[in-house]
């Protein structure tokens, strides 16, 4: 048999990303791109046996944070071992560009801060080679990367470039400021940007517990950095929000004129907070009405609670705030678990105020009632009764001595499961409501960010697992949760050269064993710069990822090809 095609992926089962009934069939690959889908007789320089596994596009994650990784690193794992072949990272409106020498730290101290990202790593990964986003665009062009990744232009850098310490203090933009903005806004998107990002949550602070500059910013200056949009012909709007200024309805209200004066869609974060139970059903309901009149707005909204994994070797644990804890925390593991084993370490450490010397924003909107012991193999959906509130009532005993304990088990290697959003009712409830919308994209992984005490990079696996598989009858149809991981982001993002498999589209491909689709327990890592540390978990069933028409992943194992990269907006 000739070898006509690069590749030629024989037998399996195709889910070609637009949502129909899957069908067998060959896929063969040529020159980076599907050739033909169908009975293929030639044959390819290598071949792929799918016969009883699924051939799908590759995943396209509209929300990661690889904004510093992509400099220093060639893959973007965790994604890409994921099965996710292009991201968007720029995320809630941190990055690294506009940026000028004396605004360097402010930008990596917000980063480190709202994206758990070390400040260490960023200082010895970042060359700073750049001001403009344009520059930083070149600059993450030297590498080369094993998936293709896109960049929104984020708010907060940008805000501080223009404004300065103003920024900072959240003062009011001027309508200079409001016109520079614009004009950089255009710019970047004219240069490659898909966009640009802001954040209007409580939640994004720097360390210091300074929020993000972007929290006030009136809608005369999200306007203005829209039109820059507009200016430029293309680009989205993405946000992230606790919408309660004043309430759902007002704030989307805003946004509604910001789309309407751009013309400029518009992507959400959608979460089930637990300390708001219904503003997520109001949400989805604003953005469904407004779908239904025309209005180009998206929601992504992830497959599982948002879990961190506190432990003794992350960045944080449930006492990582007392003042006793926080004067071992510097510790090597052996000695610092050692010292935690001392009674009246112990007694000091559950008995003071974890407050006092905490660097989480979050730590205030979490309880004892949904944190729950890491269990192997990996469980994201543990059961009320199991959580630390709960053992302690059972056992007559407070939540903190069983907390304790956890950390302090298998050498201090174990992990507490705390679910952040979507757990309210101690179930994924809140997800198939979400889900049964059509405007819904799963996703907000987080991918590179959050990087030393929150995995969920592998949101993909277990959508596919999880939702897909092992749901049972409320399962969601498998080839519709493929349409929603692939063509339904990658149009949005207006990428329409992927997303599904049809002949002249890029050969982003993964060819998956379904039924053995699964995920490995996180574990953490030192592999960043300066010595970082970060959680980092594998999967099993992706039997192979193809990246432009090269096999980056066989099974998991990397296989040294490098055809991905940064992807310029056209569209």
Not at 46 to 51: F, R
Not at 232 to 259: C, H, Q, Y
Not at 275 to 285: F, I, S, V
Request: aromatic share 8%; with cysteine.
């Amino acid at each position: 048999m000739a070898s006509e095609f690069d590749i030629v992926i024989r037998g399996g089962s195709v889910m070609d990303g637009n949502g129909g009934t899957p069908f067998t069939a060959d896929v063969a690959v040529k020159d980076g791109r599907i050739a033909e889908i169908g009975k293929v007789d030639a044959g390819g320089r290598e071949e792929i046996d799918a016969a009883g596994l699924s051939v799908t596009p590759g995943w396209v994650d509209l929300h990661t944070h690889y904004d510093g990784q992509a400099i220093w690193d060639s893959r973007l794992a965790p994604s890409s071992w994921h099965g996710v072949t292009t991201v968007v990272m720029g995320n809630c409106g941190v990055g690294f560009a506009p940026v000028r020498k004396n605004t360097q730290t402010a930008v990596i101290a917000l980063m480190e801060g709202v994206e758990d990202i070390p400040g260490p790593c960023l200082h010895e990964g970042l060359d700073w080679t750049w001001e403009s986003f344009g520059e930083y665009l070149t600059a993450l062009e030297r590498r080369p990367h094993d998936i293709d990744f896109c960049a929104l232009l984020p708010h907060a850098p940008l805000r501080v470039y223009v404004m300065g310490e103003r920024a900072l203090r959240l003062e009011d933009a001027n309508q200079s400021d409001i016109r520079q903005m614009r004009e950089l806004a255009a710019e970047a998107v004219k240069a490659g940007a898909f966009g640009f990002s802001t954040s209007r949550t409580i939640a994004h602070k720097t360390l210091a517990g300074d929020a993000t500059p972007t929290l006030r910013a009136q809608e005369a200056e999200l306007t203005g950095i829209a039109l820059g949009l507009k200016d430029a012909g293309k680009g989205f709007i993405e946000m992230t929000s606790d919408w309660n200024t004043p309430d759902p309805a007002t704030e989307f209200s805003m946004l509604r004129r910001v789309m309407a004066a751009s013309g400029r869609p518009l992507v959400l974060s959608l979460t089930q907070r637990h300390d708001g139970t219904t503003a997520w059903k109001d949400l989805l309901e604003l953005t469904t009405e407004a779908v239904a009149e025309g209005v180009p707005v998206r929601c992504v909204a992830p497959p599982r609670p948002i879990g961190a994994l506190l432990g003794l070797t992350g960045s944080q644990n449930p006492f990582a705030g007392t003042r006793t804890y926080h004067e071992i925390a510097h510790l090597p593991l052996p000695e610092r678990l050692a010292r935690m084993r001392d009674p009246a370490v112990r007694a000091r450490i559950v008995s003071e105020d974890p407050h006092e010397f905490n660097t989480w924003s979050l730590l205030g909107r979490i309880g004892w009632e949904r944190m729950f012991r890491f269990t192997d193999p990996v469980n994201y959906t543990p059961a009320k009764e199991d959580s630390i509130a709960a053992i302690a009532a059972r056992q007559g005993r407070t939540p903190q001595d069983v907390a304790y304990d956890m950390l302090i088990e298998d050498d201090g290697k174990g992990f507490i499961f705390t679910c952040l959003v979507n757990y309210a009712n101690y179930d994924l409830s809140a997800v198939k409501e979400m889900y049964g919308r059509d405007h819904v994209i799963p996703g907000l992984s987080d991918g590179g960010a959050h990087v030393a005490f929150i995995s969920d990079a592998s949101f993909p696996t277990f959508l596919f697992s999880y939702w897909g598989r092992d749901r049972g009858e409320d399962r969601l149809p498998l080839h519709d949760l493929v349409r929603r991981q692939t063509r339904e982001p990658a149009r949005f993002a207006g990428l329409h050269d992927r997303g599904v498999l049809a002949p002249g589209m890029k050969a982003d491909i993964n060819v998956i064993d379904f039924p053995n689709l699964g995920l490995e327990r996180p574990r953490m890592v030192v592999d960043l710069p300066a010595g970082g540390r970060r959680l980092m978990q594998k999967a099993y069933g992706y039997v192979a990822t193809v990246k432009a028409g090269q096999v980056i992943y066989r099974n998991g194992v990397a296989t040294g090809a490098l055809p991905g990269g940064l992807v310029r907006s056209t569209h």
